[in-house]
């Protein structure tokens, strides 16, 4: 039986593909992967201890922020200091970034923006949960990192991944050249290389949207749901529907499966709901990596502009038919009045 190939293993042999990389990108991935590991050994003992609940703080969302939230973000904030390769860190449980100023970390040329635990609503129900995270290199050449460093737009990700924290854990990451899965084998506590090279289906027919705010969306949005309920067509089947709340669980479906997952403009979210910096644009990373396609319905996610920290988008993304689909019921209801 062929020994598996550790995350650790695999991330060394792909070094190769970066010509000048002197193993700073390699140790900031495992550095992420450790601190995944740690998070993964709390969120499995959520249930047994009181680590649930309200920690009594709420985010800039102004969410209730749960114990095991901040626990997340500080595990990775704390790998990354230490590790000495990051220099600011964004985080969707930080209002303002965090410069790392160590002397460690004094010529890191690493941003790292993060959503530590994805879909936390979902612990107390024992749905998977997830971290998301986005790496940039650093514009400016000297002197301390800035927040012109951070704003970049999505096409300019060196490196994008997620962990889900599910039935089992996996993380998935891309550096650019495709999109590879590692699933934490708990007996030896490693990732180890499970689903090589994945590739999100161009069709699919599942669809993935919270259809309680159907009132709400744009009638576009509304159309294509209808299209994908088959109400006026007797030559396809109705699609399936799956909505789990944790975006992170919904994409990693999505990317295996394919299907389509739409989290459009609404009343209550004009903008969005989703984060653009550390939710849509690794995210879109990922799946353009697989062969997918993500837009806020009108343009490419990874080409948005990105003017603050904790910028919200529509997010339209999955297998490429489907989203071309989406978008042109989108063009045809509702044509993009301006320019987001
Ligand atoms: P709603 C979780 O709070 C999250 O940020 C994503 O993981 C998820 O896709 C979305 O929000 C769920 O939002 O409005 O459907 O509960």
């Not at 201890?49 to 969302?61: F, K, R, S, Y």
């Not at 704003?151 to 996996?170: N, P």
């Amino acid at each position: 039986m062929k020994a598996a190939k550790t995350l650790g293993q695999f991330i060394i042999e792909k070094q190769a593909d970066f010509p000048f990389a002197k193993g700073e990108l390699s140790r900031l991935l495992r550095d992420i992967g450790i601190a995944s590991k740690i998070v993964n050994r709390e969120i499995n003992k959520a249930g047994l201890v009181d680590i649930l609940g309200e920690a009594g703080t709420t985010n800039v969302q102004g969410e209730g922020q749960k114990k095991l939230d901040v626990y997340a973000n500080e595990q990775f904030i704390a790998a990354l200091q230490s590790g000495g390769e990051c220099c600011i860190v964004v985080s969707e449980e930080n209002d303002e970034y965090v410069y790392i100023d160590s002397e460690i970390s004094k010529n890191a040329k690493y941003i790292v923006a993060i959503d530590p635990l994805d879909g936390s609503s979902n612990i107390d129900v024992n749905v998977g949960v997830g971290t998301i995270f986005s790496i940039y290199r650093r514009k400016s050449t000297e002197g301390k990192a800035t927040i012109i460093d951070v704003l970049q737009r999505g096409v300019e990700q060196i490196a994008a991944g997620y962990v889900i924290y599910g039935s089992s854990t996996m993380l998935v990451y891309t550096t650019g050249k495709g999109v590879n899965g590692f699933t934490l084998d708990p007996s030896i506590g490693e990732f180890c290389l499970s689903h090589p090279d994945m590739s999100v289906p161009k069709d699919g027919n599942i669809y993935s949207i919270n259809e309680g705010y159907y009132a709400h969306f744009p009638d576009g949005i509304k159309k294509y749901i209808k299209y994908c309920q088959v109400e006026d067509d007797a030559t396809r089947r109705p699609y399936t529907s799956r909505y789990t709340g944790s975006m992170v669980a919904d994409i990693h479906r999505t990317l295996i499966k394919g299907g389509i997952f739409m989290y459009p403009i609404t009343a209550q979210a004009p903008n969005g709901k989703l984060r653009l910096v550390y939710e849509c644009n690794p995210i879109a990373f990922i799946v353009e990596q697989a062969g997918g396609k993500a837009t806020n319905g009108y343009e490419r996610i990874m080409e948005l502009e990105v003017k603050e920290l904790h910028q919200r988008s529509a997010i339209i993304i999955g297998s490429e038919n489907m989203v071309k689909k989406a978008e042109e019921m989108l063009a045809c209801f509702s044509p993009q009045i301006t320019k987001r």
